[in-house]
T-cell receptor
Framework: KAGVTQTPRYLIKTRGQQVTLSCSPI?????VSWYQQTPGQGLQFLFE???????NKGNFPGRFSGRQFSNSRSEMNVSTLELGDSALYLC??????????????FGPGTRLTVL | GENVEQHPSTLSVQEGDSAVIKCTYS??????FPWYKQELGKGPQLIID?????GEKKDQRIAVTLNKTAKHFSLHITETQPEDSAVYFC????????????FGKGTKLSVKP
């Protein structure tokens, strides 16, 4: 079974631009979560989607948004990029079988550099 | 919200020695306690987890112990090998928030041959 895939793997943008990152979960998984990883703040939760609905949202500005499609694939968008948005963006998928705590499986991440 | 602390932040051991990393959390509702390993250039990968009704779990050289009363759990790696070198994260959570993990700051483990 293929793992979580993220595209692109590397991205360079300039301040003020916007960016869209893509995540394909493990086949059959219905939950997708996004995390930002930086050396200073560590791993921080951005948002979680389940069945095309946002279930949880972390403490990030409205410039960060996401969505999930009917095939469970997800995208996140960052508008008006700032230098501080440079980070590794990780996507994780979970089966969400209901009732029990599911393992989160992470993709390799997208390395975003904002110049 | 959950406050997670992980110690130590760096750990250097000789190959064959044991390594222990401790994670302290604040939310008494937490009932799921995973440990993730992140190697350079990769996303975090689950290596072991434990649920609140179990005190200890082992998987070959890796074990996790849980003390719910004191609100901490620990990762134990025995007979360390150079390939164990990585950053380790704890991420305690509770049912219903599985997709919203609060991670510790990480422990960089270096195993010297």
């Amino acid at each position: 079974k293929a793992g979580v895939t993220q595209t692109p793997r590397y991205l360079i943008k300039t301040r003020g631009q916007q960016v869209t990152l893509s995540c394909s979960p493990i086949s059959g998984h219905r939950s997708v979560s996004w995390y930002q990883q930086t050396p200073g703040q560590g791993l921080q939760f951005l948002f979680e989607y389940f069945s095309e609905t946002q279930r949880n949202k972390g403490n990030f500005p409205g410039r960060f948004s996401g969505r999930q499609f009917s095939n469970s694939r997800s995208e996140m968008n960052v508008s008006t990029l700032e230098l501080g948005d440079s980070a590794l963006y990780l996507c994780a998928s979970g089966a969400m079988t209901g009732g029990s705590t599911d393992t989160q499986y992470f993709g390799p991440g997208t390395r975003l550099t904002v110049l | 919200g959950e406050n997670v602390e992980q110690h130590p932040s760096t750990l250097s051991v000789q190959e064959g020695d044991s390594a222990v990393i401790k994670c302290t959390y604040s939310d008494s509702a937490s009932n799921y306690f995973p440990w993730y390993k992140q190697e350079l250039g990769k996303g975090p990968q689950l290596i072991i987890d434990i649920r609140s009704n179990v005190g200890e779990k082992k998987d070959q050289r890796i074990a996790v112990t849980l003390n719910k009363t004191a609100k901490h759990f620990s990762l134990h790696i025995t007979e360390t090998q150079p390939e164990d070198s990585a950053v380790y994260f704890c991420a305690p959570s509770y049912g219903g928030s599985q997709g919203n993990l609060i991670f510790g700051k990480g422990t960089k483990l270096s195993v010297k041959p």
